[in-house]
């Protein structure tokens, strides 16, 4: 298989378009055309990484951290980032991150930290917002369900865990072809009556083109109306962070004792106990402490992620538990999550989870 098939099926489960604005998901690092001889999998890109990919045989590094996140004048080996560019380079090897993408995604980082920790009802703690689009079309009757499945194949359609939705009404449409036009049905000249279908159905904005080429593509008419619309409404399978819910309610400390293990945790800070029973846990794998008004807000006992800033612990010891766990920690598992998107497209390929810990903190 091509490593381009393999980033295709990445994205197609986390697509680009999904990432912060600040990151760098992507690929990093070669050209994709080449057949993949195996794909390491990581959370960060370090020389002794690179060396494990080579010792495997491995032409292909999928990480969640970027190693690029800024701009080159040259690429001399002045320090670490630099001596990967030049060692992935000379090796002939392949390096792609999916980041912030990954996390927004359903099904992404968060997902694989509240699966670890046993919840279940897991949502997105914060959706996204402004990201939606109401698509509709008029189509003749006979060629409405042609039309509605390209708009399906294309990402319209998907709500929830439910797809080809689609909300269609019957009415009539009219029109006068002019000079030099090639109408489908009526007469140059003439005004002409057409049963019609209004075809409404959703789509991701960041698909607008994907979904437009189609529309055009499947819509028999020369010149199709259609109409875009923004949509207030939140994308509530696409966003920061997750909550969900334990089985059963599990005491302060035995919660933390058991997230510490889960996670082979160095030093699990926490603020005050308070003898609260814990059983909705609200989450954000790495630097996801924007997220405790959130946390708070929608009612979970506990919030946990990788990074707190000792301002932010103060004032919320009656609100809510706050559990540090390590950014490193906290997203170890992530590549859980490559393994099981390449392994599905690509059954025979040589998969390493990288064995290298490449967290930079210690613990004394
Ligand atoms: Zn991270």
Redesign the pocket.
């Known amino acids: 298989m091509k490593i381009k098939e393999i980033v295709s099926a990445l994205e197609r489960f986390a697509p680009l378009p999904l990432q912060d604005g600040f990151d760098n998901a992507g690929l990093q690092i070669g050209l994709t055309e080449a057949e993949a001889t195996g794909a390491l999998l990581c959370l960060d890109v370090t020389e002794p990484v690179i060396d494990e990919a080579i010792a495997h045989g491995c032409n292909l590094i999928i990480s969640?951290?970027p190693l690029i996140f800024k701009g080159y004048k040259s690429i001399t080996g002045k320090d670490y980032v630099e001596r990967c560019i030049l060692k992935a380079i000379r090796n002939d090897i392949v390096i792609y991150s999916a980041h912030t993408n990954l996390d927004n995604a359903a099904g992404g980082v968060n997902f694989k930290i509240a699966e670890k920790i046993g919840l279940k009802n897991v949502q997105i703690l914060e959706p996204k917002e402004n990201s939606l689009l109401k698509l509709v079309t008029f189509v003749p009757s006979a060629q409405a369900d042609t039309v509605r499945k390209a708009l399906f194949n294309a990402g319209c359609g998907t709500i929830g865990n439910y797809d080809s939705c689609s909300y269609n009404t019957k009415g009539e449409g009219t029109f006068r072809a002019g000079e030099g036009t090639n109408p489908f049905c009526g007469s140059i000249g003439e005004l002409h009556h057409e049963e019609e279908v209004r075809i409404e159905t959703i789509v991701p904005a960041f698909r607008k083109a994907e979904a437009t080429r189609a529309l055009l593509a499947a819509h028999p008419y020369e010149e199709p109306a259609f109409d875009l619309y923004p949509l207030q409404n939140t994308w509530t399978q696409v966003g920061s962070g997750v909550v969900g819910e334990l089985d059963t309610c599990e005491s302060e400390l035995e919660f933390l004792k058991r997230i510490k293990k889960t996670f082979e945790v160095g030093c699990l800070k926490h603020n005050k106990l308070s003898g609260r029973e814990i059983k909705k846990v609200a989450l954000c794998?790495?630097?996801g402490s924007f997220l405790l008004p959130q946390a708070i807000r929608c009612g979970a006992d506990v919030f946990i992620t990788?990074e707190i800033k000792y301002h932010d612990y103060f004032g919320h010891e009656e609100e809510i538990l706050m559990a540090e766990i390590g950014?490193y920690e906290s997203?170890q598992y992530t590549k859980e999550i490559f393994y099981s998107i390449i392994r599905e497209v690509c059954p025979n390929l040589v998969l390493q989870q990288s064995k290298v810990n490449t967290n930079p903190i210690k613990y004394l």
């Open positions: 969640h951290h794998g790495g630097a990788g950014h997203e």
